[in-house]
C-alpha cells in the first residue's frame, strides 16, 4: 500500500502523529507533507516500511520515531523538528533491524539532541556526533536550514527557495523533501 501526495496540518493534538503506523507491512509513505503536528510520523512494529521524499516541519516533538520493526528505509527527506522534548528522528533500542537511512536532512530547534539513537544508548546534538557514532547511516545526508519559501504560521509554503541546500542532493539528482503538484 502507498500513501502519496497527502499534507496534514494539525494545531491541537494529544501525543501521536500526523501519520501514525502499527504493524504496516510494506507500506511506503510518499510525497507527504506534515507539519505543526505533535509528531510527524510514529512507525511501531513496521516490517518493510519506506519513508520517500516527505518534508515534516516543525513538530512539537520528534520528526520520525521508529519503535520496532525491521527494514525500514528512510530516504530522500527534510526532517525538521522543532520541539523542545524531540529529536528530528528517534530510533528505539528494537528498531535498528534493517534501517536503511540515506539523502535526508535534518534540521531540530530548540531542542538537546537532533538524532536519538538508543541502540546505542545515544542523543546526539549535533548531524556530526550522530555521524561518528553510527557511521552505517546517513553517508549522503546533511544538517541544515532547507530554505523554505515561507515559515509563517497559517501560511506556510514549505518549497524550496531556489538557493535551498536540499536542491539537486536526492539519490536519483531531484530535490530533497515532498514534491507536490502546484508546489
Known sequence: STLRQCRVS????????????????????????????????????????????????RTRAHGIIINGGEDTVIRNNIIYAGGVSGSA?????????GLQLDYNCYLDTGTSALITWLPLAGKFPTFWDYRLAVREQDQHSMSDDPLFVSTVQG?????????????????????????????
Open 10 to 57: 494539525l494545531c491541537g493534538f494529544g501525543w501521536g502523529g500526523a501519520l501514525s503506523l502499527y504493524r504496516a507491512r510494506q507500506f511506503t509513505v510518499h510525497d507527504c507533507v506534515l507539519y505543526r503536528a505533535m509528531n510527524g510520523i510514529m512507525m511501531q512494529e513496521c516490517t518493510g516500511t519506506r519513508l520517500l521524499h516527505n518534508t515534516i516541519y
Open 89 to 97: 528522528l528517534y530510533v528505539a533500542k528494537n528498531a535498528d533491524a
Open 155 to 183: 501560511q506556510e509554503d514549505l518549497t524550496l527557495r531556489p538557493e535551498s541546500p536540499c536542491r539537486g542532493r536526492a539519490d536519483d539528482g531531484g530535490d530533497l523533501g515532498a514534491h507536490l503538484p502546484g508546489g
